[in-house]
T-cell receptor, first 113, second 115 residues
Framework: GENVEQHPSTLSVQEGDSAVIKCTYSDSASNYFPWYKQELGKRPQLIIDIRSNVGEKKDQRIAVTLNKTAKHFSLHITETQPEDSAVYFCAATPSSNTGKLIFGQGTTLQVKP | GAVVSQHPSWVICKSGTSVKIECRSLDFQATTMFWYRQFPKQSLMLMATSNEGSKATYEQGVEKDKFLINHASLTLSTLTVTSAHPEDSSFYIC???????????FGDGTRLSIL
């Protein structure tokens, strides 16, 4: 089945710097790759997603890139702010099911003021 | 927009008790729903796919007799943790595909604590 690996597990940056989180997946037929932000005890919040027919997508300070050949995708956050501090998860939808999500291990991002 | 309601939000009960968690799609129909479990400081792990009108599909390693799933209508799926023990203490969260800009809509989750 699909396996998603996420790195790093923790990331600390200074306010204003950029943050990059990387994920790899195993199922070459996976076609949907969302990124979620989760605050303690809360539901995951979708922040950006990308489909397999697109290589890059940007929404203000957040961007996601996808390399289908290498089976990896990355989240880029520019001009980080303290409120960006949270746990971020990548996920992939395996080819067998268009609904279920297989999540990466998560990255705890700390933005220092 | 599409909303998924999950309750209870927090349950504390004694070991051996069975606990039922409900997941409702409020303004859309969901033929499938998904149940995830999240231990502290860990990721969301898919437990099972709930299928309306048929048996749930469980992920490898998830005991179907321990985690009973019922999806009797197009708007309601329930997860029952039978004879819960302290090791079942976790954050359980459901989701439903609702289309539109957000393919998955998550409930608020249920924090289950077994004493």
């Amino acid at each position: 089945g699909e396996n998603v690996e996420q790195h790093p597990s923790t990331l600390s940056v200074q306010e204003g710097d950029s943050a990059v989180i990387k994920c790899t997946y195993s199922d070459s037929a996976s076609n949907y790759f969302p990124w979620y932000k989760q605050e303690l005890g809360k539901r995951p919040q979708l922040i950006i997603d990308i489909r397999s027919n697109v290589g890059e997508k940007k929404d203000q300070r957040i961007a996601v890139t996808l390399n289908k050949t290498a089976k990896h995708f990355s989240l880029h956050i520019t001009e980080t702010q303290p409120e960006d501090s949270a746990v971020y998860f990548c996920a992939a939808t395996p080819s067998s099911n268009t609904g279920k999500l297989i999540f990466g291990q998560g990255t705890t991002l700390q933005v220092k003021p | 927009g599409a909303v998924v309601s999950q309750h209870p939000s927090w349950v504390i009960c004694k070991s051996g008790t069975s606990v039922k968690i409900e997941c409702r799609s409020l303004d859309f129909q969901a033929t499938t729903m998904f149940w995830y479990r999240q231990f502290p400081k860990q990721s969301l792990m898919l437990m099972a796919t709930s299928n309306e009108g048929s048996k749930a599909t469980y992920e490898q390693g998830v005991e179907k007799d321990k985690f009973l799933i019922n999806h009797a209508s197009l708007t309601l799926s329930t997860l029952t943790v039978t004879s819960a023990h302290p090791e079942d203490s976790s954050f359980y969260i459901c989701s439903a595909p609702g289309g539109g800009s957000q393919p998955q809509h998550f409930g608020d989750g249920t924090r289950l604590s077994i004493l």
